[in-house]
T-cell receptor, first 110, second 118 residues
């Protein structure tokens, strides 16, 4: 039982490049979330999903897109990366109560 | 909108002593969960303790306990017999529910860095 996993662990991008972050969970959770964490701050919600095929915007959705084609996977995409998107990205899943987090992806945009 | 405030950016404690981390929040909901998460240098977010707002009894998990004051909207975390492994950033979190179903979304405080001195 791996819990919540994230791929990749670390990535460096140049401004304007695109990439996709993958989150996978094996707990059969309905809800999944993407957060970003910037230095000295708590986590802020980017997008979330309440089930396969559904997505919704969180607190800071601009510049990101998401997809939930399969219940166990939640993808976060950056179409044209900007330096302001340098951050640590966390994925989480839940049944509506306690959230379980992945290990994080550190993204550096130059 | 929900707000979560942790007014102590940094705290320190001697090993084996007790420390209390503060959290205040604002919500219009009457039934909700509150959480404390721990983030060690590995960056992994680890659930420390959970409190259900309708329960008057304060939650306890081994050396960790909370002081939940619903009317004052206060949710502090007490760590007893502090250990070196407790050193981490601690976040208070509240479901981001502005009415209706929150779908488990969380609003986090700014975090408190806890240093444990041997």
């Amino acid at each position: 039982n791996a819990g919540v996993t994230q791929t990749p662990k670390f990535r460096v991008l140049k401004t304007g490049q695109s990439m996709t972050l993958l989150c996978a969970q094996d707990m059969n959770h309905e809800y999944m979330y993407w957060y970003r964490q910037d230095p000295g701050m708590g986590l802020r919600l980017i997008h979330y999903s309440v089930g396969e095929g559904t997505t919704a915007k969180g607190e800071v959705p601009d510049g990101y897109n998401v997809s939930r084609l399969k219940k166990q996977n939640f993808l976060l995409g950056l179409e044209s990366a900007a330096p302001s998107q340098t951050s640590v990205y966390f994925c989480a899943s839940s049944l509506g109560g306690t959230q379980y987090f992945g290990p994080g992806t550190r993204l550096l945009v130059l | 909108a929900q707000t979560v405030t942790q007014s102590q950016p940094e705290m320190s404690v001697q090993e084996a002593e007790t420390v209390t981390l503060s959290c205040t929040y604002d919500t219009s909901e009457s039934d909700y969960y509150l959480f404390w998460y721990k983030q060690p240098p590995s960056r992994q977010m680890i659930l420390v303790i959970r409190q259900e707002a309708y329960k008057q009894q304060n939650a306890t998990e081994n050396r960790f306990s909370v002081n939940f004051q619903k009317a004052a909207k206060s949710f502090s975390l007490k760590i007893s017999d502090s250990q070196l492994g407790d050193a981490a950033m601690y976040f208070c979190a509240l479901p981001a529910n502005a009415g209706g179903t929150s779908y488990g979304k969380l609003t986090f405080g700014q975090g408190t860095i806890l240093t444990v001195h041997p």
